[in-house]
């Protein structure tokens, strides 16, 4: 079985600790002097660079949120020029406004690297086909998966999101034999594959690499089961680079976090106080070597634990488990992110209902599908059914311009959304995972 | 002449129109006209009550919205002719309706329509002798 960096994958830990240690004193004096917030944030909590010496010194420092993303949008957390910074991407944040990125030379060069990492964990080579229906454009799964892939010297199929029918005639044509995309993608794949009466024996997958949304094992058997490939768990997130934090390898013992880059933590999400090996708690992470933008004690609001054993693999990175559910209320619906916070927002800005919504979420034929209830207004109400009708596309486009999702909209009867202990129980992820 | 017609939004699921039904009945409030207008997920009923402000006090109790519309009634002999020639005199000046529904009582049909213009409505039919209801009348039927 192939490691892509052997070097770092199976380096002996006390020397990986020496070197994160190292990394992370250089990132904090690049984040004290060339970001005014995290040196105001340091400065607050009587902290200098010199009081970060190794690893162990990282539970003085303050935690960054994606909320600190939003109050210094979009790029006052950049600690280069905007001169060096040679790739931007977004995702949607909390109340409308997108988190943004920015890579440097550098930067990229590592997300090519933890890419390659992850590709060849799940034993991609250069003889491989790699078909990427994951989305290109703002949203990183697509590039990030794109440059891991070119890294290894794959052949790589840029195919992106949608058009499922062109997918498979590609996937058939060229001999795609490594799928990336979201696992519920993956599904509806499997199914137009056996709708659209393709052989499986006409097609040459043997694996793939699916992450961007929660998936289970369940999940993951029926993937298998029908594609008839090995399911490989990647994870990351925008922030902290995109996809290629960490990612299985072919035993499928939990994700090899690629701590040479990204320094993992397992909080307590109540008391932030770091919590004991082996503990689920929230992942933390701070960016060791990061040039755009670096980001210390980053909560992922993940919850996960953390394996310090080696892996049969050989390889020596610490690995996590699948993300067992979030500390706070985001969704991720198609990939997508989505805070019920956003659509209130959304609501709370057209004055002819009251924000008084639920938000269902469901998967039909293994895609995730959002409705919208939400109460008519009595004050609005005017027996008109064009009225009605218009206000329902209004709402509908609204959300769509501002979140990037299609939701279907649903007028329903004031006081008959399903309320718990006197709070509107705002979300019903009927999704089972 | 203005005619003040109940109207309940309702979502598209069984039970709703018994209910709505049911609690009027139980306050002896008499209905003479009903008409549903439906989409595919919700509909809005139209009805005619001999006590409209009671009828909305109670519906809103039960979480009902509910509104008030002002609507024109007017009773012609019993052939479509009759109708027409109604709506024709609010077609001439312009005016449009927004919807209408109507039933027969013996010899005559009692039309109910909501006009955009109700005032001008009542005007031009009056000029035209169509016979007008008042509220007091039409609830009584």
Redesign the interface.
Known sequence: MEIWNRHIECMDRDELRRMQSERLRETVERVYFHVPYYRQKMQEKGLSPENIQTIDDLVKLPFTTKNDLRDNYPFGLFAIPMSEIVRLHASSGTTGKPTVVGYSRRDIATWSEVMARTLTSAGATNDDFIHIAYGYGLFTGGLGLHYGGEKIGASVIPVSGGNTKRQLQLMHDFGSTVLACTPSYALFLAEAIEESGLKREGLRLKVGVFGAEPWTENMRKEIEDKLQIKAIDIYGLSEIIGPGVASECLFQQGLHINEDHFYPEIIDPQTLEVLPPGETGELVFTTITKEGLPLIRYRTRDLTRLHYEKCICGRTLVRMDKCLGRSDDMLIIRGVNLFPSQVESVLLEMSEIKPHYQLIIDRINNLDEVELRVE???EF?????GQ??ALRQKIQQNLESSLGLSIKI???????LERSEGKAKRVIDRRTY | MIIHQLSVFLENKSGRLTEVLETLGQENIKITALSVADTSEFGILRLIVSDPVKAKKLLKEKSFTVNLTEVLSIITPNESRYYAKALKVLSDLEISIEYTYAFSVGEKSVIILRANNPELAIKALQDQEIELLRASELYKI
């Open positions: 008519v207004d009595e109400f005017q027996d008109k059914i009605l009708m649903t007028l329903v009867e004031p006081k008959t």
